[in-house]
C-alpha cells in the first residue's frame, strides 16, 4: 500500500468512528481530555533551512554523509534554529544526533539509509534497552536533553535491519545464559537487567556497545521537551521505532510505520513520558504497534517516572502483535491512557488493547479508556489484562489495575471478547464496559480475579449479556 492509499484509507473510517463517538465521549472524564491536548503543542522552528547537501553530503546511497549531516546540524543550532533538510537523493549515514532548536526534515523522494556497520553508532550514548538505563551503542536518530526538536516528512527512514544485520543480535544477546548451576553464566540481557538494573549499579558503569549485542532503537530522543515526529515512513528498523524515552510535550502525527518484519519492531513506544498524543498514523510491524512504558523492574522504580496524560486517536493498525499494549515495562507506573477512534484488523494481530505485567514488574496502572475503536479481528482477545507476562508471579512487587473504560468497542472475530487475568490476593478492580458488540468470539470471555465490573449494552456473539454472564457467574451465552 502506498503512502497516499494509507492516508486516504485513514481519511475514509475516521469520519464513520467519529459519528459513533458521542457515547463514548459520555464514558470520558468530562474536560481532563481536552485539558491534555490543550497543554500538548508542537515545536514551531524559525524559517531557516540548511540543506545537507551544501555541507558535502551526496545523495547517491554510497557515499557516507555522517559529517556532513553533523555540520548542517550544527550550522542550523548556531544560527538559533530551523529546518535541517534532506533533499531528493538516497543519504547514507550513521548515528544522527539533534540539538535543540533543529527540525530534521526528510523531503518527498529523500531516504536517510542508515549504515549497518555498529561502529558508526559509537562512542556509546546514555540510552534505555527495553527500559532499562545503559551506556550503549546511539540510536540511530538521538537528542538527549534538547528543547524543540522534531524528525518531519514526508520521506523515508531505512534502518536497512535485516537477518543477518542487527536482527540476528536478538539471539546473541539472549545466547550463552545458564541458570541453576554453581558457575552459571548471564547474556547481555541478564547483565544489565539482572546484574546492574536490578543492583543499582550506577548508569555511567553499565557499559555495553563493543562486543555486546544490545541493538539500538531507531529514533530516540531522550529527556527532552517539546518533540515532534510528523509525516516521514520508516522501514527495516533494528528494533523499537520510535521511543521518546523521559520526555515532555512530544507530537507524534502522521507517520507510517512500515517494518512487518524483525523481532521487537515495535512502533512507537512513549517510555516514562507526560503529555503524548500519537494521531493519524500507519501502523504495520512484527511486534506491537503502540507499547507504552515506563522502566523494567528496579530501575524503573530507582527512576520513578510514570507514564502519564497519552492520548492515541485516529490510528490505523495494519498488522502486529497487538494494537496497543501497555507493558510490560510498567515499574515506573501510568495513568490516564486514552485510545480512541481508532481501527484494527489482522489475522497476526493477537489483541487490540493488551495491559501486561507481573509480580516483579509490578506498575500502579490506572485510568484507561479504551472507546470508539473498530477491531476487524484478531487472534486472541480484544482486551486483555494479565498478571502473568513472562515471569509471573512470586516476585514481591504485586501490580494495580484499576479504573478500565472499554465504551463503543466492535470485533468481527476473536477468541475472547474480554481476557482478565488478576491475581487471587490482588484483583483487577473498576472495569466499566458499555456500548460494545464483540461477535465470532469463539471462547466467549474470561474473567479471572476481577472485581466491581459494570455492564451497559453489551452484546457477545448476537446476545445482550448482564455482568454476571460476562463475568461467567451465570449461564453461558456462546
Not at 531522550?222 to 510535550?249: H, I
Request: overall charge neutral.
Amino acid at each position: 500500500m502506498t503512502r497516499r492509499e494509507l492516508l486516504q484509507y485513514t481519511a475514509a473510517f475516521v469520519p464513520t468512528i467519529t459519528a459513533l463517538g458521542s457515547r463514548a465521549a459520555a464514558a470520558e472524564p468530562a474536560g481532563e481530555i481536552e485539558a491534555v491536548l490543550a497543554r500538548i503543542q508542537p515545536p514551531v522552528f524559525p524559517k531557516r533551512d540548511f540543506d545537507i547537501t551544501k555541507y558535502g553530503a551526496t545523495g547517491d546511497g554510497q557515499t557516507k554523509c555522517t559529517e556532513a549531516i553533523k555540520k548542517a546540524i550544527q550550522a542550523c543550532h548556531a544560527a538559533g534554529g530551523g529546518r535541517v533538510v534532506v533533499p531528493k537523493g538516497i543519504f547514507l549515514t550513521g548515528a544522527i544526533h539533534l540539538e535543540s532548536n533543529i527540525d530534521l526534515y526528510v523531503d518527498e523522494g529523500a531516504t536517510l539509509l542508515f549504515s549497518t556497520d555498529p561502529n558508526d553508532y559509537l562512542p556509546v550514548v546514555y540510552t534505555r534497552f527495553e527500559s532499562t538505563e545503559c551506556m550503549n551503542y546511539s540510536p540511530l536518530i538521538y537528542a538527549f536533553e534538547k528543547e524543540n526538536v522534531a524528525v518531519t516528512g514526508p520521506g523515508t527512514l531505512d534502518g536497512q535491519a535485516d537477518a543477518t544485520h542487527w536482527w540476528d543480535w536478538t539471539r546473541k544477546a539472549r545466547a550463552g545464559a545458564t541458570r541453576d548451576q554453581k558457575t552459571s553464566t548471564k547474556n547481555d540481557v541478564q547483565t544489565l537487567v539482572e546484574e546492574m538494573g536490578n543492583k543499582d549499579v550506577p548508569v555511567k558503569d553499565r557499559v555495553f556497545g563493543t562486543g555486546h549485542y544490545l541493538r539500538p532503537n531507531f529514533v530516540q530522543p531522550y529527556r527532552c521537551k517539546n518533540v515532534l515526529l510528523e509525516g516521514f515512513t520508516v522501514k527495516r528498523s533494528p528494533m523499537w521505532e520510535l521511543n521518546p524515552t523521559l520526555c515532555q510535550n512530544v507530537t507524534v502525527r502522521g507517520v507510517n510505520i512500515d517494518c512487518p518484519n524483525g523481532p521487537n519492531n515495535d512502533g512507537c513506544d512513549p517510555d516514562a513520558c507526560t503529555d503524548v498524543l500519537i494521531e493519524k498514523c500507519t501502523f504495520t510491524t512484527g511486534d506491537d504497534c503502540i507499547a507504552i512504558k515506563s522502566g523494567r523492574n528496579r530501575d524503573g522504580r530507582r527512576v520513578g517516572v510514570p507514564t502519564s496524560n497519552v492520548i492515541v486517536q485516529d490510528c490505523v493498525m495494519n498488522d502486529g502483535h497487538g494494537g496497543v499494549s501497555i507493558g510490560s515495562e510498567v515499574s515506573g507506573g501510568m495513568k490516564n491512557i486514552w485510545v480512541r477512534r481508532c481501527r484494527m484488523s489482522s489475522p497476526h494481530l493477537q489483541r487490540a488493547l493488551r495491559i501486561k505485567t507481573n509480580s516483579y514488574r509490578g506498575g500502579d496502572i490506572q485510568n484507561i479508556w479504551f472507546t470508539n475503536v473498530n477491531v476487524g479481528q484478531v487472534a486472541d482477545a480484544v482486551i486483555q489484562v494479565t498478571f502473568y507476562y513472562e515471569e509471573g508471579p512470586g516476585g514481591p512487587f504485586k501490580p494495580t489495575v484499576k479504573n478500565i473504560v472499554i465504551a463503543d468497542v466492535t470485533c468481527e472475530k476473536s477468541q475472547y471478547g474480554l481476557d482478565l487475568q488478576g491475581y487471587p490476593d490482588d484483583p483487577i478492580s473498576g472495569v466499566t464496559i458499555s456500548n460494545c458488540m464483540f461477535n465470532n468470539a469463539s471462547k466467549g470471555n474470561n474473567f479471572q480475579n476481577v472485581e466491581d465490573v459494570k455492564v451497559s449494552n453489551v452484546r457477545v456473539n448476537g446476545k445482550l449479556v448482564s455482568a454476571a454472564e460476562i463475568m461467567g457467574k451465570e449461564k453461558k451465552y456462546e
